[in-house]
């Protein structure tokens, strides 16, 4: 990897993506079954936000005190929508933005995914974990 290359030629393109409307327990499934870290939130493939594992472990790793109060949550996270939890000021790039620009603005903006679009539409994602990962095979 040359980090003058476009963030093209490292972004992921096969994405799991979920609408605003699906449940909290969809996102947390897939965090589980998918060991990925981030899920564009899309409106036919049109960019409405962004869930990390952190939002939904926030939600789902607070001490419980009470068996009634893990009901709660679990009827919480099976009944609320990801709106509820997404981010919606996403920071997207084009898929030509050079590495080295993507992994500044990262890091300037202390965030760990940065979704590609292009024409409106949801093209990509790189992760500060793909940026390493190419890194590392070097």
């Known amino acids: 990897m040359n980090v003058l290359d476009p963030i093209r030629s490292i972004m ?3 994405l ?7 449940k909290i327990k969809q ?3 897939i965090f589980s079954e998918y060991d990925i870290h981030h899920i564009p939130i899309t409106v ?3 960019l409405v936000g962004i869930v990390s594992m952190g939002d939904i472990l926030f939600l789902t790793k607070k001490p419980i005190m009470h068996s009634f109060d893990q009901f709660i949550r679990d009827k919480k996270l099976s009944l609320d929508a990801i709106e ?3 981010t919606t000021e996403v920071i997207c790039v084009q898929a030509d933005m ?3 620009n993507a992994i500044q603005l990262m890091l300037e903006r ?3 995914a940065l979704p590609i679009v292009e024409e409106g539409q949801l093209i990509g994602l790189v992760t500060s974990y ?3 990962k190419k890194i590392s095979e070097q």
Do not use: F, Q
């Open 98 to 100: 050079i590495i080295k």
């Open 110 to 112: 202390r965030i760990n």
């Open 12 to 14: 992921s393109t096969n």
């Open 130 to 132: 793909d940026i390493l």
């Open 84 to 86: 509820e939890v997404m």
């Open 27 to 29: 996102a947390e499934k």
């Open 44 to 46: 036919m493939r049109k």
């Open 16 to 22: 799991l993506t979920l609408h605003p409307k699906d």
